[in-house]
């Protein structure tokens, strides 16, 4: 079993999720939750509590690898940057902790748990429950995060079956 951390960051709700993997790919849910940050006075304390408390979940979860969803092009250059600095926050939480990290395109995430590039939320939310037979309803970041750390699994699994260095296994963009 592969423990997978998978973050969706976000400058005001950043989502994490965690899931075992086999060696198939097939999933088990662990844990999964969002960071609230629009409680600190700052964006700088924001951005420690990102760090402090992927590194806490880290310690309690012990997983094996980081999945994170990749920075897209943002309408507002601002909100584009806090993205940026938010995924920063938790990318170094990981490698501080010791751990890898791979990242994922929101396209690539909705492709592999939705079937399609285009989904909305409610789709992404909806497959995570099917997918990790979670009955409730998923928080929409807690979702994304799960989804991450789901596609990770699957394309660490095929990479692995099919024997190929995982830096094939991706188109050049």
Not at 16 to 31: K, L, M, N, P
Not at 33 to 48: S, V
Not at 109 to 122: D, E, P, S
Not at 131 to 137: A, E, F, G, R, V
Request: charged share 20%; glycine share 8%; with cysteine.
């Amino acid at each position: 079993m592969t423990r997978i951390l998978g973050i969706d960051p976000g400058s005001q709700r950043t989502g994490v999720g965690i899931i075992d993997a086999d060696a198939a790919g097939a999933v088990r849910h662990v844990f999964h939750g969002a960071l609230l940050l629009l409680d600190n006075e700052t964006f700088p304390l924001r951005l420690k509590q990102i760090f402090d408390d992927i590194c806490a979940i880290i310690a309690e979860h012990q997983p094996h690898e980081v999945a994170i969803e990749r920075v897209f092009m943002a309408r507002n250059p601002d909100s584009a940057l806090k993205l940026g600095q938010a995924r920063g926050a938790a990318i170094c939480a990981a490698v501080h902790s010791g751990l890898p990290v791979i990242e994922y395109a929101a396209k690539e995430v909705k492709q592999a748990v939705v079937g399609g590039g285009a989904a909305g939320k409610h789709q992404v939310q909806h497959m995570i429950g099917i997918l990790l037979n979670i009955s409730q309803k998923v928080q929409a970041d807690a979702a994304d995060a799960l989804a991450v750390a789901i596609t990770h699994a699957h394309t660490r699994s095929s990479v692995q079956r099919l024997g190929i260095p995982r830096t094939a296994w991706r188109r050049r963009r």
